[in-house]
């Protein structure tokens, strides 16, 4: 079973920056596509930036220009750094395979990303 670890929420201030961070126990980590989602309340968990494993990348149009995925395939971890983060960034933020190519993986607990003065 693929165990996923998110980290790297946390408080910041609108404007700022974080980077996340989930690693991956899956020995077939480079074959496949990851994605990060982000689920806010009350609303649906949505693919927010994906990346296959030849490094191609993929955002979501309210996240173009600030937020950036990559991957470290000898770590089998995904990163997401967000920059000039906004209070409508506030969410859940998991990790997973890019759904629209790939199965699940599962869930992992999430990390949270709270974007507030």
């Known amino acids: 079973q693929v165990q996923l670890v998110e980290s790297g929420g946390g408080l910041v201030q609108p404007g700022g920056s974080l980077r996340l961070s989930c690693a991956v126990s899956?020995?077939?980590?480079?074959?496949?596509?990851w994605g990060w989602y982000r689920q806010a309340p009350g609303k649906q968990r949505e693919l927010v930036a994906a990346i296959t494993a030849g490094s191609s990348t993929y955002y979501a149009d309210s996240v173009k220009g600030r937020f950036t995925i990559s991957r470290d395939n000898a770590k089998n971890t995904v990163y997401l750094q967000m920059n000039s983060l906004k209070p409508e960034d506030t969410a859940v933020y998991y990790c997973?395979?890019?759904?629209?190519?790939?199965?699940?993986?599962?869930w992992g607990q999430g990390t949270q990303v709270t974007v507030s003065s």
């Open positions: 899956e020995t077939m980590f480079r074959i496949y596509p």
């Open positions: 997973n395979r890019d759904h629209r190519i790939a199965v699940s993986a599962g």
